[in-house]
């Protein structure tokens, strides 16, 4: 795809599912969506502010609409099978369908396995893996009605080196999950709804990040925008026959015909930090 294809595609009139829209790339991806006069469901658990992270459903909500979309706030627990279930039928009831679903919503635990409560285990299984299936097997009998139906979920390449597992075996094989679905989702329907992942190259400065590193880790960050640019090419192609891809943000983007990344950077100039799962 070229630069100048890039630019024209839009997302306009679409309605985008989005899991875990009230802050980070989620939001970004909503917002991103927005510009183009996109419709958006935002599905997440926060309704009133938090302590420690940013907004609520309601002022993504608000940050939607004054980027010229239409918003539709739901409180959801995404591990809560009749919660997803009401969010589809208003979501449909509000919009008339679902274009895209994005299943962005994910728990982190860095943690060895002696030192994973059950608690934390289950909490991460259940929204990465579960919540991902939960909320695809929900929206695909709608996606298969729309005219270019998307799943983009936000999981990395299966990466089997043992690395990867070694540290932090509970959150990796819940990511993997996630990625999973990828794999056989895009497989069972083929021709009919494209199922991608997309990944980020270097560490996004996001709430979890900050709570993970502080100040020191969010300077070797590239900002959300990088990744809500990327899923917005992988949306705006056509879905039934772009799927089955683990996409990674930098890689997609250029072939996309983008040249200036520095743009993507917290703090220009500084040595970026790369994410997990990529060698």
Excluded at 103 to 114: D, Y
Excluded at 165 to 173: G, I
Aim: glycine letters at 8%; aromatic letters at 6%.
């Amino acid at each position: 795809m070229t630069q100048e294809s890039t630019s024209q595609a839009s997302l306009a009139g679409k309605t985008l599912f989005i899991s875990g829209a009230s802050r980070g790339i989620g939001l970004a991806i909503a917002v991103r969506a927005a510009r183009d006069g996109a419709n958006i469901v935002i599905v997440a658990k926060t309704t009133e502010p938090h302590p420690k992270l940013p907004g609520t459903i309601y002022t993504a909500a608000q940050e939607v609409e004054a980027a010229g979309g239409k918003a539709l706030a739901l409180a959801v627990d995404i591990r809560e099978e009749a919660q997803v279930l009401d969010a589809v039928a208003k979501a449909v009831e509000t919009f008339g369908g679902i274009d895209i679903l994005v299943n962005n919503a994910s728990a982190i635990s860095l943690t060895g396995t002696l030192a994973t409560p059950m608690k934390r285990y289950d909490l991460m299984h259940q929204i990465n893996t579960r919540g991902t299936y939960l909320c695809s097997q929900a929206c695909l009998p709608h996606l298969k009605r729309a005219k270019n139906p998307h799943i983009l979920n936000l999981s990395p390449p299966l990466n089997m080196a043992p690395h990867w597992f070694k540290n932090h075996v509970a959150y990796t094989m819940a990511k993997y999950g996630m990625s999973m679905c990828v794999l056989g989702m895009a497989a069972e329907f083929e021709g009919e709804v494209g199922v991608n992942a997309l990944w980020p190259r270097t560490a996004i400065a996001t709430s979890a990040i900050n709570m993970i590193g502080g100040p020191a880790m969010m300077a070797g960050c590239r900002t959300v925008d990088i990744m809500s640019d990327a899923a917005h090419v992988i949306l705006t192609r056509d879905g039934r026959s772009c799927s089955g891809n683990f996409f990674i943000d930098e890689e997609l983007l250029r072939g996309a015909g983008v040249t200036d990344f520095e743009k993507y950077a917290v703090t220009p100039g500084a040595t970026l930090i790369p994410d997990f799962f990529l060698d």
